[in-house]
């Protein structure tokens, strides 16, 4: 079964900071990735995906994510945060099972991002 | 337009009690997951809906845990004989499905429910 990790468990950044967060899964075959983020109170929302073609990838709020086979990797990044993208993060896999047809989502643990104005 | 919603937002319950748990998904979607969110952790796929087919039950962790859905609507995720383990935040997602090469399409999530085993 695959599994993701992501290897910061809580980053604090000053406003303008660069970003990086890291996430690896653990699958040898096709994979469409996620990131998702839950800001404070509200809903897990989708930030962005990558299922084909271009392995860079670019989503809401200026955030984008790299898509990198070779070292199963997915990391997502942002050049300047702002004291808004303080949330939870979590990145997530799922695999085109042709079986019981589920692409049920595989998730990491999670980062917190507090950013500091 | 209105998204995912889960009812209720939270429920304390005490050990050995069931508990049943609802959602609504987006009108339209046809494709339903559970997942549960303990303290600490990431989401865990529970259970997986889909129209007609038979529902994805891989995910659910013992016999206790079961979930209905009728038709392309309403699900409940219910409990039976709670124990303090089960504690988690309890998510629905829904999604669009149309084909068998979409694992794509975004869930989108409801807000949860905090169930609290004491």
């Known amino acids: 079964a695959q599994s993701v990790s992501q290897h910061n468990h809580h980053v604090i950044l000053s406003e303008a900071a660069s970003l990086e967060l890291g996430c690896n899964y653990s699958?040898?075959?096709?994979?469409?990735l996620f990131w998702y983020v839950q800001y404070p109170g509200q809903h897990l929302q989708l930030l962005l995906k990558?299922?084909?073609?271009?392995?860079l990838v670019k989503g809401i709020k200026g955030f984008e994510a790299e898509f990198i086979k070779s070292k199963f990797s997915f990391n997502l990044r942002k050049p300047s945060v702002q004291w808004s993208d303080t949330a939870e993060y979590f990145c997530?896999?799922?695999?085109?099972?042709?079986?019981?047809?589920?692409?049920?989502?595989?998730f990491g643990k999670g980062t917190k991002l507090s950013v500091i104005p | 337009g209105a998204g995912v919603s889960q009812s209720p937002s939270n429920k304390v319950t005490e050990k050995g009690k069931d508990v049943e748990l609802r959602c609504d998904p987006i009108?339209?979607?046809?494709?339903l997951y559970w997942y549960r969110q303990r303290l600490g952790q990431g989401l865990e796929f529970l259970i997986y809906?889909?129209?007609?087919?038979?529902?994805?039950k891989s995910g659910l962790p013992s016999d206790r845990f079961s979930a209905e859905r009728t038709g392309e609507s309403v699900s409940t995720l219910t409990i039976q004989r709670t124990q303090q383990e089960d504690s988690a935040v309890y998510l629905c997602a829904s999604s669009l499905r149309t084909g068998p090469s979409d694992g794509s399409y975004e869930q989108y999530f409801g807000p949860g429910t905090r169930l609290t085993v004491t």
């Open positions: 699958y040898g075959g096709t994979v469409n």
């Open positions: 997530a896999v799922n695999v085109g099972y042709s079986g019981a047809g589920s692409y049920q989502l595989t």
């Open positions: 990558y299922f084909s073609g271009d392995p």
């Open positions: 809906f889909q129209g007609n087919s038979a529902p994805d």
């Open positions: 009108s339209g979607h046809t494709a």
